[in-house]
């Protein structure tokens, strides 16, 4: 029996040996491949990567959970939206080359302060702000936070209100010590394995695009950016749970728009009522969407962005605006469909 027992557990290190040799050997292949192209800046104690390209007004970019801010390069957006816009993209914290201290519980509200005094670094006092998915929850908060700072919102595919979710129960990487021992061996191998489904989900009822096929995915599956993805997923019930309250007490113009056959998050609870709590906000719903809507409709992305910065401009300058418009009136009541 104890020789049994030796050697499975000679046999289980042996398999998480070779585990953690190869999850090492990706990471360091895929940092290698895929080296940081933007800037960094330190902030109270925190390294942050980020992307900045165009001149203009300036437009925040916040991407979603399980990617980086080199995804609304790969989507077209980057190069898009920069020909009007300076267009600033961070790696969220624990994403891409951005650090994640353990330090502090990376909520919406930790991320917001946080990227709010990066701009404020970056010379940045009034910006508009396209966020997506868990990104969403944070360009809430900053707006909330920093009344002053965001101008508008773009707020696409993104989560606001507590529903029952399954995908907490892969939050095992999030967990001190044993997933720190999982997610330097065998959770990465296991994601890898998920990837294909995983994708899929993500953009069904489309097909996965080109463009996203571009995402390296060993990127997403190192140790580091493991933890942050599943804390986050963690984070996800309490954060909408927070933030809900603050929605009607925005006033800037936002535009929310989501995909009617998005699997990861449900539209009607979330972007329709959201546009319900939400004065000055207006709806496109796009049909035969998933979730990844920046990959499949930039061009939809773009002309809410264009709406925003239009409106924001017009609330505010008084003598421009239109007979009967004031700052806390509605934006529009506008829901509808759109093809792309």
Known sequence: MKNTKLKYALGATAVLAASWLLVRSKTRQAEKDHPPRGNFLTVDGVRLHYLEQGTGPTL?????????????????????????????AFDRPGFGYSARPRSTVWTPAAQARLLARAMAQLGVTRTLVLAHSWGTMVALAMAHQEPR????????????YPSVRFDVLTTTPAIPIIGDLMRYTISPL????????????????QAVPETFRQHPKWMSLRPGQLRAEAAEIAMMI???????????????????????????????????????????????????????????SQQTLAQ????????????????????????????????HTVSF
Do not use: C
């Open 60 to 88: 925040l970019l916040l991407h979603g959970n399980g990617v980086t801010a080199e995804d609304f390069r790969n989507a077209g957006l980057l190069d898009r939206l920069s020909q009007d816009y300076r267009v600033i």
């Open 190 to 205: 296991i994601s890898r394995l998920a990837w294909p489904l995983v994708t899929r989900r993500a953009f069904s009822p």
């Open 238 to 296: 309490p954060s909408a749970a927070a933030l809900k309250a603050s929605y009607p007490e925005l006033r800037m113009p936002v535009e929310i728009l989501a995909g009617d056959g998005d699997k990861i998050v449900d539209t009607d609870h979330n972007s329709a009522r959201l546009h319900e709590d939400m004065a000055q906000s207006a709806l496109t719903v796009l049909p035969g969407a998933g979730h990844m809507i920046q990959h499949i």
């Open 304 to 335: 809410a962005v264009e709406r925003v910065a239009h409106t924001a401009a017009l609330l505010e300058s008084p003598v421009l605006q239109p007979p009967g418009m004031r700052a806390d009136g509605p934006l529009s009541t506008r829901s």
């Open 149 to 160: 700072l965001v101008a508008g919102m773009v707020l696409a595919s993104g989560y606001y």
